[in-house]
């Protein structure tokens, strides 16, 4: 069984800072992609961001030069730091991997349980 928890979560005042974190465990043979999605009330899940095995990074428009992504692949954690938030960042936010269990079973998704963030004042 595959777990990923989450930590970091938390209230902000607008400008701040969080550093949301995440570490996989469990029969894990290897993860080719760790990110973190969001999801604010009323909308669709969306991409935050997004780093590969290889060290390929994706960001949207929405958060390029205010979050950054980084990955331990020893340790199997992802994390994000935020910077310069926004009210627009508030939202709960997911932790995704793509995880194989053997050298010979595609990766599958694998998801956290998900910690809100709150920007505001």
């Known amino acids: 069984q595959v777990q990923l928890v989450e930590s970091g979560g938390g209230l902000v005042q607008p400008g701040g800072s969080l550093r949301l974190s995440c570490a996989a465990s469990?029969?894990?043979?290897?993860?080719?992609?760790m990110g973190w999605y969001r999801q604010a009330p009323g909308k669709q899940r969306e991409l935050v961001a997004a780093i590969f095995s290889g060290g390929r990074i994706n960001y949207p428009d929405s958060v390029k030069g205010r979050f950054t992504i980084s990955r331990d692949n020893a340790k199997n954690t992802v994390d994000l730091q935020m910077n310069s938030l926004k009210p627009e960042d508030t939202a709960v936010y997911y932790c995704n991997a793509v995880i194989s269990l053997s050298a010979s079973r595609p990766g599958s998704n694998y998801w956290g349980q998900g910690t809100q963030v709150t920007v505001s004042s």
């Open positions: 469990g029969s894990i043979f290897s993860i080719s992609a």
